[in-house]
DNA sequence: AAGCGAAAGCTATGGGCAATAGCAATACCG
DNA sequence: CGGTATTGCTATTGCCCATAGCTTTCGCTT
């Protein structure tokens, strides 16, 4: 079959993403985590205190968008809030949070080196550069 | 803020899929087309009489989840239906559908030539072939 | 020729993720 | 002090994808 898509740079960025994505979230399951769970416990433990918007801020998660996924690892006891003052409360990891993280991270590591290893070497430095100049 | 994600290409390619997916999916709502349309209209114009099943293979939509793609499309006037036998029906763009879909490829081409070139030169040509490694 | 497994097209449903609109309470700043 | 911005939240919607299951038809094998 004819497929005039496969040459163009945008398709086969939103089918890379889509591909590792659904692999990433099958390794996740066992975990009971998603990827924007793992992304926000570690944003979270480089930034203790940091508050629900600026977390959201970060990873580009709308306020209203942020309120399922922290009541979701609250609930799981991964996070815990704490007032700063009248309207903003600061986020930390529990001592389960810190370690259902670190299984999280063993997760990931694994998942990023095959992600790497299954680009031919002469174009593995390039991609984390490329990807980075379309959003950032 | 402390930012450990931005270093893991899987993340980025997150990120980069998100972010250029909306950018697309904006200058499109003007021709009133999603993505899927549009990968759907090239990809039927390039096979005429292709069957769903066989199209949906080809970009990875399951059978089920093309049945509202195509009716959208077929209830716009973009294809037509011809059945080959008593289950196949063969697919074809109509005059509407050529004619919008040149409307979207004129989107579709300003739209990857601008990713590319936010792609710093020497990183450019490794794009392609690295996010192709991915998952082809 | 008959029968059976595979394929095609479809319905129904749910999950994940993101966007929008709007609201109450609080903080900040001129 | 008063207006404005910010925070956290509810409610709703849309897009995309996945699964399960159904009916009809095709095509191969016996």
Redesign the pocket.
């Known amino acids: 079959m004819q497929d005039p898509l496969v040459s163009l740079p945008g398709y086969a960025l ?1 089918r890379a993403a ?1 591909a590792t ?2 692999e990433l ?1 099958s390794r996740l399951v066992a975990l009971a985590l ?4 793992v992304s926000l416990l570690m944003l979270v433990e480089a930034n203790p205190g940091a ?4 977390l ?2 970060q ?13 979701r690892l609250e609930d799981a006891g991964l996070i815990a ?1 704490a007032p ?8 930390a990891l529990t001592d389960a949070g810190r370690a259902k993280l670190a299984e999280g991270r063993t997760v990931i590591e694994h998942f990023e080196r095959e992600l790497i290893e299954r680009v031919p070497q002469e174009h593995r430095a390039h991609l984390l550069p490329a990807l980075n100049a379309l959003w950032r």
């Not at 508050?51 to 600026?54: C, G, V």
């Not at 990873?59 to 009541?71: G, S, W």
């Open positions: 939103r889509n994505a659904a979230a998603r990827q924007s769970d508050t629900s918007s600026a959201g801020r990873l580009d998660i709308q306020r209203a968008n942020m309120v399922p996924i922290l009541k809030r700063i003052d009248g309207k903003s409360q600061g986020l």
